[in-house]
């Protein structure tokens, strides 16, 4: 009998404990729901994850801001700064023109971890222009939309699919999602590539022009097997656009030999290596 | 009716069916199951290619020789595709263009290609001028081509051979043997005289067509051979005229009444597609050359004018304000199924679809600025290639791959600027680059292949 009450006593008690402490709030006044923050645990995973540091132009775009909602500190907040992985023999100087711009600056996302590259040619700052001569960064993930030259303004007013055209200066490229900070052999592999990789811009039907080469790479990164053709048979049937696009390729990859592979991550897979050289995404095909 | 048959299958039969189709499937794998990597960006620096002196065992045909690898080094340079290097970076030493280079010599400097050539003047005192275009890295001969011509047409040569390495690395058909057509001007800008001219696509060899006593607009060649039709005051009153650039004879294609503008030829060359103003009304019309019978195409109250046709003849893209504002349209070459095709911010004008029909250029007018853009037929893909006070009147290479233009300055206050000059812009809307005139210039054409 005691027993049993002592028993409903505990019973109730952590009912009602478990309504204060599990059931808090049937309050209205729920907390905003902070925009979505991709929380995943960060290793060292199998796919290159490296974010792409934009510095934004100074253009005052409000129009920008509702197409953004996911402001940038959130995650820099989430994401621990990245000199560790990229050791940075120098930082990228700020390019002090932007700053002499007359224009306001309601967007400025330059608290953003730095991780600088090698800087690119292209991707330095241009010497201060008139606003509208200015060059749009290269990047090579939006050739399609970085040809078209209009003037960000009117692109931001013209197309609504076009607004995320409006890049500044980059400081480093994106590879990958851009929502971590890992590298993998196989990815940096493909980094290298895209810069050895001559796009076909410009030729028409880049569906078309997706080329496949194998080839095998030994353990200091030169080549273990000469780079050939997968689909041979379409060679043979003459488009001399694919032709260009297959030789273009194969030349990409002794351009790029031999290959900086870092220390330890060689294994046996990569003697056979089949390289998918797709321009859709990049020209927009 | 099947599935009474595979009713009456057999299990067996059945589970042998499933067994195969298990075993087919897994064969159609690649055989071995390689690192698959994905490459899906890349730049868009251009090619090094390295460009060597042709040889020539006489002083004159040294001469030519290095004439032409400079005229083929400035093509190639010019198209945006390729960075010809410096020849003083050159390892090898070229002795004799038929033998194989030393690969690993130009690897170094980082050619990916390499040009050789020799100049050999024949006894019919002709020049015999042959070239090889080796891969660097697959250390072999890409093509190899000889040719034979006289000694002042080495240019022509030249780009020849410049067409030649182009389509070889490019996959796309080269434009360097070409020429461009366009109203040269001079004087005041109240007495402005404008004469049709002619030079070579790279600026070479400007030559006068009309002496300018009279005013001339809308040069433009035919796609199949030397011939350019214009419109010319010559008599008082514009007409249409038809001019062969070869040969010099010229002929009226056809006194219109009313105003007539911009003809442009039909693909095979057989017809001219224009607009004519009767009573303040333009209409599209088309008129054959040889019957010299006229067809008018477009039935609207607006102003229809600019016509140009697709590459195939079966469709022609023109330019109304049937909508409101001035917009490109596409409709069938009878005048049929006309839709409008720009909707984007701005006035539109001068489509001119391609020759590989992928695109069509255009002017477009927004906010006190002009630009060439282009877009694709039905509408989609809209880019612009270029921006200034006023830029205009889009021509297509040959190859579909370049776009000429004017580009005019503003006039100050003082009377200074105001200067019109032709420019090239590549399709990506990169490589944008004056072409040298001798004066001002406006409304280019470009001509076909020459061959």
Known sequence: MRRGVAISVGLHALVAVLTIVAFPSFTPELPPIPPNIPVELVTIGDVTNIKKIDKVEDQPKPEEKPSEPEPEPMRTAVLPPAPELKPAPEPVPPPPELKLEPEPKPVEKKAEEKKPEPPKPETKPTPPQPPKKKEQAFDASKIAALLNKLPPKEKATDQGEEKKVVTGPQQTEAVGEATGMTASAKDAIAAQMQRCWTLPAGAPNPQDLIVRVRFGLNEDGTLARAPELTDTARLAMGDPYYNAAANNAIRAIHVCTPFKLPPGVWNPDFKDIEMNFDPRAALGG | ?451
Do not use: C
């Open chain 2, 1 to 451: 009716m099947m599935r009474g048959r595979s009713g009456l299958m057999p299990n067996w039969v059945r589970a042998l069916t499933i067994a195969l189709a298990a075993v087919v499937f897994f064969a159609a794998r690649p055989a071995s199951a390689a690192l698959q990597i994905d490459i899906n960006k890349g730049n868009l620096n251009p090619m090094p290619i390295a460009i060597t002196s042709f040889l020539g065992k006489t002083p004159e045909s040294e001469l030519a020789g290095r004439n032409i690898s400079g005229v083929i080094m400035s093509d190639l340079d010019r198209s945006g595709l390729f960075r010809p290097l410096d020849q003083r970076s050159f390892i090898q030493q070229i002795s004799d263009s038929n033998v194989a280079p030393r690969f690993g010599d130009w690897r170094i400097i980082n050619a990916q290609a390499l040009v050789v050539g020799q100049v050999t003047p024949q006894e019919d005192g002709r020049l015999k001028v042959e070239f090889r275009l080796w891969d660097v890295y697959g250390e072999q001969q890409m093509v190899g081509q000889l040719y034979f011509t006289q000694p002042d047409n080495w240019r022509r040569v030249a780009h020849l051979v410049a067409d030649e390495i182009y389509e070889r690395l490019t996959g796309e058909k080269g434009y360097f043997d070409t020429r461009i057509v366009y109203v040269a001007e001079s004087g005041s800008k109240l007495k402005r005289v404008k004469r049709l001219a002619i030079m070579d696509q790279d600026g070479a060899n400007p030559a006068f067509l009309t002496d300018g006593s009279y005013l001339v607009l809308n040069p433009r060649f035919s796609p199949t051979n030397q011939e350019i039709t214009y419109t010319s005051y010559e008599s008082g009153v514009p007409r249409v005229y038809l001019l062969n650039v070869e040969s010099g004879r010229r002929e009226v294609v056809g006194d219109f009444q009313g105003m007539t503008f911009g003809p442009r030829f039909s693909p095979d060359g057989s017809q001219i597609v224009f607009s004519r103003s009767l009573n303040g009304n333009s209409e599209v019309f088309t008129m054959d050359l040889r019957s010299r019978r006229q067809t008018r195409l477009t039935q609207d109250p607006s102003i229809d004018v600019s016509p140009s046709f697709s590459p195939d003849g079966a469709r022609i893209t023109f330019n109304s304000d049937r909508g409101g504002s001035q917009q490109l349209y596409v409709m069938n070459a009878d005048g049929g199924n006309v839709q409008r095709i720009s909707f984007g911010e701005g006035r539109y004008a001068t489509p001119v679809w391609s020759p590989r029909g992928d695109y069509i250029a255009f002017t477009k007018m927004l906010r006190g600025s002009f630009y060439i853009g282009v877009m694709h037929p039905d509408g989609s893909g809209e880019r612009i290639l270029t921006e200034s006070f006023r830029d205009e009147g889009p021509t297509w290479a040959p190859n579909g791959r370049v776009v000429v233009f004017f580009r005019q300055t503003a006039t100050r206050r003082d009377g200074s600027g105001g200067s019109s000059r032709i420019w090239s812009v590549d399709l990506t809307g990169y490589n944008e680059r004056p072409v040298i005139t001798p004066g001002d210039a406006s409304d280019p054409a470009w001509s076909p292949l020459i061959r």
